[in-house]
């Protein structure tokens, strides 16, 4: 990160917590009260006004929308209705005019004599907004729902693409009624009859740009109120004692406010990405601002629904601070068109552009780089016939080609994230997503051995490291992993499977099941060596097997996916006492420590391949009118742009917490739980949108993309199953991220 990012991200968090303490001064008494008449939010802008808020969106030096969307947020946490978002739209316009008029209006804006409230009137895409119309210069007309009016000196309302009326609030001929929306006031509806207005022209100015704009920022504070009420839901779960106990510990409170958490972070990224686009005049801010309103939408609103079911009948009466954030990410959410519009913006990038494709993130100069170098690499060694032979054989062939192995054990890659001193290249964790990104998209066959290999370099001795190492670096050894037991699958620790001491050898009991690489070289295994230690993952150990090793009997079996997993016994195996990797009775650290590095990427693994496939479905519906036209079709493929970008930056969360030092393992838990169920809705979505023909399953004649779609579905379910379920996953989220009672 570079010194203005660090600075930049200072300055926001300086502003966010001044703020959070001068609204907990300053409206505290308002917020418990529920109240905010039109005095209280004039009163409370012009304290804000003191604190320089009023400036941000005139110019860059003044701050850009991520300070916009600060402030904003921190209003919505604390039910403050103060006009911060039709103040930064005027700064924007007021700020390209060169009128007497809005030179004086900017000025009395930012010394606090003047309030602004904005309306986009007939350019607001729901038309129950109303509008107004200009006769020389009066205007006459309806508007309804605008916020603040009561407190407001001034209305400012586009009347064309370049031109804005300017109304003083006090002038004949207007008039201001209070309206109750969502069981709440501070909306107004404005009856214009020909009232003197002033006509401002700024320059170059979009109101695309404006709506944008202010979507996001009323989802700022949408996402404000929504936190707040969880927050406040997640101690309530912690204190109140029901059956004995705290509800917190129930695992149907805990999986709620999990899932509630991960949208609520999905929100907070994708807005902090978009509002630094639009700052950086980054082309694809209105691609991303689009995607926010699509899933923040309703997934603020669940947010709000589920903090009501934890609070029972506390959070239903009045009094009660959760109603007013239920109300807010309500009104919010569904202001300037909501969700609807903005999945209609997307559609037409997808399907009516000829630029619609997913946008390619800037991964550094160094990913970006390398993203490109792979890709070149791809097309001379997996391209052409070779790709072509190998894409034809039944999928339990593809899922591993060791000639590709060995190949790409040439350029290094496989240790691209490896310490120098053991062969690998260091590269950071964006390096390491343009890698896995860019293989994806090539759809090459998986290599590599990670998690093993970081055992390897944090637990094993020097004459492991310089054994097999190499082995793996070179692309010539695969290791499975030798875990889940009949009766030890997310329990690990219940696990029988035993080693036992005989001289210079341990010897293996026991059988492994669900192994998937039951074909690789070596088995990374876990055993029992103690079986009365308390508790019971303290005495279990990590070995590394040869697979050629006599009493290794293997039994495969096919998944669902097409793949193949096997049932392994292993009866007197005899392996030597320096096949132990860490301490005896240290297994668990071993296998924990070692995964720690990869969970943060297993997430982001997903929503490639998610990314990947959507892609291709995106090319097939754009050629089929009859689907590209649908409306469902359109609105579905939408959802799942903006889902995916949710889970893109998730990825790139963890990318940016891994290059701090190691991804928190609730962290990487999220990621997972969201791409992995994202990965399942994405597979049902596409059945439903192709149909029957979908379903055809690989070399089938007549299967759409030789049946990638169908069997994408069935493969899912593993990434839902696998490295901790997802249940295991949001119970883990649950009492990690939010400190909720095992």
Not at 132 to 142: C, E, P
Not at 551 to 566: E, L, N, V, W
């Amino acid at each position: 990160m570079s010194a203005a990012e660090i600075s930049g991200k200072d300055v926001a968090d300086m502003l966010r917590d001044s703020l959070r303490g001068f609204l907990d001064a300053h409206w505290r008494a308002c917020r418990l009260e529920g109240t905010a008449s039109p005095e209280a939010v004039a009163a409370i802008w012009r304290k804000l006004v003191q604190q320089g808020v009023a400036a941000l969106g005139a110019d860059a030096d003044e701050g850009g929308l991520r300070e916009i969307l600060v402030v904003m947020e921190e209003l919505g946490r604390a039910a403050c209705p103060a006009p911060m978002w039709s103040s930064a739209l005027a700064n924007l316009v007021l700020s390209r005019a060169s009128s007497n008029a809005a030179a004086e209006l900017r000025k009395a804006l930012h010394a606090g004599t003047a309030c602004v409230a904005f309306s986009f009137g007939a350019f607001d895409p729901d038309p129950g907004v109303g509008s107004i119309k200009l006769d020389g210069q009066n205007a006459t007309g309806l508007l309804r729902f605008v916020e603040a009016a009561g407190s407001a000196t001034h209305l400012l309302v586009p009347v064309g693409e370049s031109q804005f009326a300017l109304a003083d609030l006090g002038a004949p001929g207007i008039s201001r009624v209070p309206t109750r929306a969502m069981g709440a006031w501070g909306n107004w509806e404005l009856r214009l009859d020909t009232a003197p207005v002033s006509v401002i022209q700024p320059g170059p100015i979009s109101l695309d740009d404006l709506r944008l704009v202010a979507r996001v920022a009323l989802l700022a504070r949408a996402h404000g109120a929504a936190r707040r009420g969880f927050e406040l839901a997640v101690a309530h779960a912690r204190e109140r004692h029901q059956f004995g106990q705290p509800i917190g510990r129930f695992q149907a409170i805990q999986h709620k406010l999990a899932n509630c958490f991960i949208d609520l972070e999905g929100v907070r990224l994708i807005l902090d990405h978009a509002a630094k686009l639009r700052d950086e005049t980054d082309r694809d801010w209105p691609y991303f601002a689009d995607c926010a309103m699509a899933f923040a939408g309703p997934a603020l609103r669940r947010v709000s629904l589920e903090t009501q079911h934890t609070f029972g009948a506390i959070g239903y009466a009045e009094e009660h601070e959760a109603p007013q954030h239920f109300k807010r990410v309500h009104l919010d959410t569904i202001a300037l068109g909501g969700a609807a519009d903005a999945k209609r913006s997307l559609a037409s990038r997808l399907f009516d552009n000829d630029d619609s494709g997913l946008p390619q993130y800037d991964l550094g100069s160094a990913g970006n780089e390398l993203r490109e170098h792979v890709k070149q690499w791809l097309a001379q060694n997996w391209s052409g016939e070779r790709k072509s032979r190998f894409d034809k054989r039944p999928f339990h062939d593809r899922e591993f080609d060791p000639e590709f192995a060995l190949d790409a054990g040439k350029t290094g890659w496989i240790g691209l994230g490896w310490p120098r001193e053991f062969g690998g290249q260091a590269r950071s964790p964006l390096e390491q997503i343009a890698f896995m990104e860019t293989m994806e998209q090539g759809e090459a066959p998986r290599i590599g051995a990670s998690i093993q290999a970081n055992a390897l370099m944090m637990f094993g001795t020097a004459e492991q490291q310089k054994k097999y190492l190499p082995e793996i670096l070179r692309g010539e050894a695969m290791h499975g992993m030798g875990y889940s037991e009949p009766q030890a699958g997310s329990d690990l620790a219940a696990l029988r499977t035993s080693a036992v001491r005989d001289g210079d050898h341990w010897v293996i009991n026991g059988q492994k099941i669900w192994t998937t690489t039951w074909w690789g070289k070596y088995m990374f295994l876990a055993a029992r060596t103690d079986k009365s230690a308390k508790p019971p993952h303290a005495g279990i150990s990590m070995f590394i097997v040869p697979m050629n090793a006599p009493g290794i009997t293997i039994q495969p079996a096919t998944t669902m996916y097409d793949g193949s997993f096997a049932n392994i016994f292993y009866d007197d195996v005899r392996i030597p006492l320096e096949n132990l990797v860490g301490r005896v009775n240290e297994g668990w650290k071993v296998l924990t420590g070692a995964l720690a590095f990869e969970r943060g990427l297993v997430g982001g693994g997903i929503v490639l391949k998610v990314a990947h496939a959507f892609e291709q479905l995106r090319q097939h519906l754009t050629t089929e009118p009859e689907f590209s036209k649908d409306p469902i079709v359109r609105d579905r493929m939408a959802t799942f742009a903006s889902e995916i970008e949710i889970g893109r930056q998730l990825m790139m969360h963890c990318a940016e917490l891994a290059a701090g030092g190691v991804t928190p393992p609730e962290y990487g838990a999220i990621s997972k739980v969201f791409s992995g169920e994202l990965m399942e809705r994405f597979g049902e979505a596409a059945l439903d949108m192709l149909g029957m023909r979908a379903a055809l399953s690989e070399q089938m004649p007549g299967a759409i993309d030789n049946g990638r779609f169908e069997q994408n579905l069935r493969h899912s379910l593993m990434w839902v199953i696998s490295i901790g379920t997802n249940e295991i996953q949001r119970s883990l989220i649950a009492q990690r991220a939010l400190g909720l009672p095992r």
